[in-house]
């Protein structure tokens, strides 16, 4: 058997495999959903994903909604439509959406540095601007590193050590991924909607989309109906050598940093808040717009981020992405009013590499066909 190291690198041969094996164009909705089934099938098969939700969304509508495979492998649960997976930094397009509805309200401005709304920062951090934290163009410090929680204890003990730490780079010199960042745009929800992050979230995304479901916590946290997560990496006491075998993945979210990665949902509901997105019914068109612009380094070159999503290519060929934990990822492709989202429980599925194949049986349909 491979090694998870070698799984990981066949990764793009095996998807391009398995994308030879089915045809390029669906005439019908009939035949694009047979063939997303059949490459899901087939994806999960060569990659080892235990449990998947799939979604896609095309002109304000669920075109498909899967559920496939077991969500608790050693009990053999299935993954139903209720299942609830992490996304993890796919959490930070949540966080998104939530500034710039307070920008909206006049609650935020983008271009204000962090000290108007938190004056007990750093000294070198006061001049960074709201907009350089969602877009990860800060140069702040970073909050967790290989080990976890800078520091290694609590979350409170990282704040100290990180606002001891010296800047990784000028403010806006470079793009710095970076979970700092999105600790303190919670800390700004927080003081501008005098509300706790989690519930001006819940109030302001979660119910007006029907996202009934939705949560926050990780895998030590007792939440109902969620996925086992799970990993096909060597283990630290495995030999070099030894084959690679499913296990069971931990991962600690401290409650400061949800904004960053805290957030569990069902594709069903994720579907029904990108439509809400796509529609204009959580921000307005130039806010989403806004929301969806790089954001520009020093040097006036695009960053890799906008405000709170990555963004690739230009109309009528834009990407906006969403990616979290190497498991979860949605893609919203906004010229072509078309998104999808795909979540699974294995650690390194890493769904962002595939989640183009899906979107490709959908783009030949034609536009008046819709699910009845």
């Keep these: 058997m491979l090694s998870a190291r070698h799984l990981v690198s066949l990764l793009p041969a095996v998807l391009l495999g398995t994308l030879s094996c089915f045809p390029a164009k669906a005439d019908t909705l009939a035949e694009a959903d047979a063939q997303a089934r059949q490459f899901m099938h087939a994806t ?23 559920s496939i495979g ?57 001049q960074v601007r709201v907009r350089q934290l969602l877009a990860h163009t800060s140069g702040l410090p970073d909050i967790v590193d290989a080990q976890g929680l800078v520091g290694g204890g609590s979350e409170a003990e990282a704040w100290r050590v990180v606002e001891r730490l010296p800047m990784q780079a000028k403010v806006g010199e470079r793009f710095i991924y970076n979970q700092t960042n999105y600790g303190l745009l919670a800390r700004i929800i927080e003081r501008q909607a005098a509300m706790p992050y989690e519930n001006y979230v819940a109030e302001r995304q979660f119910a007006p989309t029907g996202m009934r479901r939705s949560t926050f916590g990780d895998s030590y946290d007792l939440v109902a109906g969620a996925a086992t997560m799970y990993s096909l990496f060597p283990r630290r006491t495995d030999a070099a050598d030894a084959p690679a075998r499913l296990s069971h993945w931990f991962y600690d979210m401290p409650h400061g940093l949800w904004a960053g990665g805290g957030m569990q949902t069902t594709a069903n509901e994720l579907a029904q808040w990108l439509v809400a997105l796509m529609q204009g019914q959580l921000v307005d068109a130039h806010n989403l717009e806004r929301m969806w612009t790089p954001e520009r380094l020093s040097d006036g070159t695009p960053g890799d981020w906008a405000a709170g999503w990555p963004v690739s290519g230009g109309a009528p060929h834009r990407e906006v992405n969403s990616m979290g934990g190497a498991r979860a990822a949605l893609r919203i492709y906004p010229d072509e009013g078309l998104a999808v989202v795909v979540l699974t429980n294995l650690v390194g599925a890493n769904p962002q590499t595939f989640i183009a194949g899906i979107a490709g049986f959908y783009r030949s349909v034609p536009a008046g066909e819709q699910r009845q």
Excluded: C, H
């Design 44 to 66: 999960m098969q060569e990659r080892g994903i235990p449990g998947m939700q799939v979604a896609v969304i095309r002109d304000g509508q669920v075109l498909l909604s899967e």
């Design 70 to 126: 077991l969500a608790n492998v050693e009990n053999g649960q299935p993954v139903t439509a209720t299942t609830l997976f992490p996304i993890n930094s796919a959490t930070k397009a949540f966080t998104g959406v939530a500034m710039m509805q307070l920008v909206q309200a006049g609650r935020v401005d983008l271009e204000a540095p962090v000290s108007r709304y938190l004056p007990d920062l750093p000294q070198a951090w006061r």
